[in-house]
């Protein structure tokens, strides 16, 4: 098991560090005024200018696309059509400098659900969804979204889920009410992926399937924008959709009727890595603020650096990040090498360890900050909303505990 990084990733990294020093970090006052100027004006769903400048200068400094894994379309991406073909190991610490602005992702079209969404067409979507759907997506020239959760039921189990897909000849039919629709909010949002019912009557795993809604067939319609701790995190939000009677071809029907779940666990194990090499980047940003402001306040005739409390924090904020970073590469190694199914016990291990690990560091960071640190002058109380809500993203806590303790139970059965 070798973790060091390849010569092409150390390449990326020192090139993503630079393009961050130079112009993410720089704008990050500008993406908050632009925020609050927006909806002044009445404008708040409207796309951000700070980052629609910023992803030209990406793409020409080969900084687009990093997510796709080599294997991705189920053979070696050697062409370049579907990403720079990184392994997840060499992905990984990209995500992870990327991560250290909860919005810079999205410069360098590598933000969630866009990115579980292009995945999800390269393995399952038809020549013609790929054309449609996956080419703009990996332009940067439209968003997508993921229409999974329901208030009515609860989601973490997904066999819950109610929301139908009826066939009816050569189209079919859907019906449903989902919430926690990220990236439904955003004007350039064009396509859907739905999961829902095909067949109640089937195996608990075979009920479900999946299928592409484009964003403007009649029966769509955005209910409303979700808040996260007083954050609709407009422009892109996340939406309550209701579905009434959409109608669209039965051919939009990812793999087959009856293969959501299947679809779901392609899906959601890269999304869930994702997340949690972007944590880990959040992480290391709080405890680098932790220190810098621990260094230059002084309570108590000394600074808070020399306290002993604080020096004991810092210390386990290291130790903490380190560990969830190899957790993290360890299960990106095993999803290059063996593939996603063989490294679901580590993907459901780090998809605890990292929110739990980031909300925890964020948390001490805030604490040395005093009031400031829950204000607007510091970005670590939108950081904690951003950790926080991972721990029920693509399957909360206690779910991934579950899978974990029944792959121990197995071993020593």
């Known amino acids: 098991m070798d973790f060091s990084y390849s010569a092409r990733t150390q390449q990326l990294q020192a090139q993503l560090n630079r393009f ?45 696309n990093l997510f796709l894994p080599p294997s991705a379309d189920g053979q070696r991406n050697t062409s370049g059509d579907y990403g720079q073909g990184l392994s997840n190991q060499e992905y990984a610490p990209l995500a992870e400098i990327m991560g250290r602005v909860p919005w810079a992702s999205e410069v360098f079209n590598c933000s969630a659900p866009d990115t579980g969404n292009m995945e999800t067409l390269v393995r399952y979507g038809s020549p013609e969804h790929k054309q449609r759907w996956l080419e703009p997506l990996l332009a940067g020239e439209i968003r997508s979204a993921f229409a999974m959760t329901e208030p009515a039921v609860a989601s973490s189990d997904a066999t819950n889920i109610e929301s139908r897909i009826e066939r009816v000849g050569d189209e079919v039919v859907i019906n449903g009410r989902k919430w926690w629709t990220s990236g439904a909010g955003d004007p350039r949002c064009r396509i859907y992926i739905f999961m829902g019912k095909t067949d109640p009557s089937a195996p608990r795993h075979s009920q479900q399937s999946m299928v592409l809604v484009p964003a403007d067939t009649p029966g769509v319609t955005v209910l409303r924008p979700l808040q996260v701790f007083g954050y609709d995190d407009a422009p892109h939000g996340h939406m309550e959709v209701l579905f009434e009677n959409v109608r669209v071809p039965a051919s939009n029907i990812l793999l087959g009727e009856g293969r959501g779940f299947e679809i779901a666990q392609g899906r959601l194990g890269p999304g869930r890595i994702h997340h949690c090499m972007r944590l880990i980047g959040l992480a290391e940003r709080s405890l680098e603020l932790m220190c810098r402001r621990a260094s230059k306040r002084v309570a108590f005739g000394r600074t808070i650096a020399e306290q002993g409390v604080t020096r004991e924090r810092i210390a386990q904020a290291r130790c903490l990040i380190e560990q969830a970073r190899l957790l993290t590469l360890k299960a990106a190694w095993m999803m290059d090498v063996a593939g996603n199914k063989s490294a679901q016990g580590e993907i459901a291990m780090i998809k605890v360890v990292a929110p739990s690990m980031a909300c925890q560091v964020i948390d001490w960071a805030m604490q040395v900050h005093g009031g400031a640190g829950m204000s607007q002058d510091f970005p670590l109380a939108y950081f904690y909303t951003c950790a926080r809500t991972l721990r029920y993203a693509d399957g909360p806590d206690e779910v991934h505990r579950n899978a974990i303790a029944k792959l121990e139970l197995g071993r020593h059965a």
């Not at 708040?44 to 400094?61: D, G, N, Q």
Request: glycine content about 4%; cysteine-free; proline content about 7%.
């Open 20 to 64: 961050m020093d130079e112009f993410v970090y720089p704008a990050e006052a500008a993406w908050w005024a632009e925020i609050e100027a927006n909806t002044a004006a009445g404008r708040r769903w409207t796309p951000l200018e700070v980052i629609e400048r910023l992803k030209p200068k990406a793409r020409e400094r080969g900084l687009w």
